[in-house]
């Protein structure tokens, strides 16, 4: 009788097994889902869930405010490296504020030579350790990528053409494979409890300027759109990288440019940016960034997708009350998922304040506006 029993319930099991896991599949998915957060269309259809849960995230971002970031937050700051505080997380943002950025942005340039360390000194096994702990501690991570010059063997600001030569049979498409090789395999190292974590991946910024190779006037938008398309479809087809979100990131706009001009189609991009610079005029600065956000939202509605503001500041934040007075006025109700500011390299080169700096008591009132979003905030989101 029992084994009769046993056969009748593996019977049942076999024959309502493909019906068992639709509806696990089925309810795994629709938990992440809501009539606020529907169902985005992503560049990958296999991309993981928690690139998923990542782009939840910044959805509900953007809706009670922005996160915060900062480039090489955690690598170094003013007068200090990463390598001098082995076992601590130092940063000049929670030297002041007591808290860490919620975005941490990180480049992998040189590492398509495989270097040790990329183009500002950064060894890739530091970065690797310190995207591991900001993830494990809720931080968003955004991986920009210098390239150098494919062609000349030249850095980014190397302007010769190249994009021709590893598109299509161009000359050096094999190396830009090797290149796109060695970007995965890094990739692949960056994981927490076994999972891949997620990356906003924004390769071939600032396409719209004239000063990287892959630049306005260093290739035909025909040429750039390839490019990504091809950078793409390499990293998730061939290499299997499925937790990457694409970010596509032009320079500042000047009167009658098309924010669209290099842009690879709504199959090969997640989410949307800018990046936007005050050079010493604030006055010209915040009307570039109202209007300029302004647009990148009107694009990124129409298109269902999410939109940022990928790289800002103020070289040594010069002017008087900049970010509370210049800048949180123009993004407080941008819209906007994130903003990062760029890194803080010497004392004639850096974004954000450190202990004694001028601005110090302004960047601590621009962290208490009610939409300035660091790391203790993001557990803090509504996201049902």
Known sequence: ???????????????????????????????????????????????????????????????????????????????????????????????????????????????????????????????????????KNGGIITISWHADNPTTGGDSWDKTPAVKDIIGNGIYKEKYEKWLNNVANFIKTLKYKGKLIPILFRPYHEMNGAWFWWGEGNCTSEEYIQLWQETVTILRDKHKLHNLLYVYSPNKLNPGDNYTKYYPGDDYVDIFGIDIYDFKNSEEYANAVKSSLELVKQIATAKNKLFAFTETGLETISTQNWYSEVLYPKIENSGIAWILFWRNHKTTHHYMPYKGHSSEQDFIKFKSFSKTLFLKDLPNLKTK
């Not at 030579?113 to 950064?122: P, R």
């Open 1 to 135: 009788m029992k084994l009769k029993k046993q056969i009748l319930k593996n019977s049942f099991f076999k024959k309502n097994a493909f019906l068992i896991i639709i509806i696990i599949l089925f309810s795994s998915c629709s938990s992440l889902y809501n009539s606020v957060y529907t169902k985005p269309k992503l560049v990958d259809i296999k991309v993981s869930k928690n690139t998923k849960i990542l782009h939840k995230k910044l959805f509900y971002t953007a809706k009670e405010g922005f996160a915060v970031g900062h480039q090489d937050a955690t690598s170094y700051g003013i007068g200090w490296k990463e390598a001098d505080f082995s076992n601590i997380i130092k940063s000049d943002v929670k030297d002041i504020v007591g808290d860490l950025p919620a975005v941490f942005g990180f480049d992998i340039g040189r590492i398509e030579h495989e270097n040790d360390a990329n183009l500002d000194s950064v060894p890739f096994e530091t970065m690797r350790k310190l995207i591991i702990d900001a993830h």
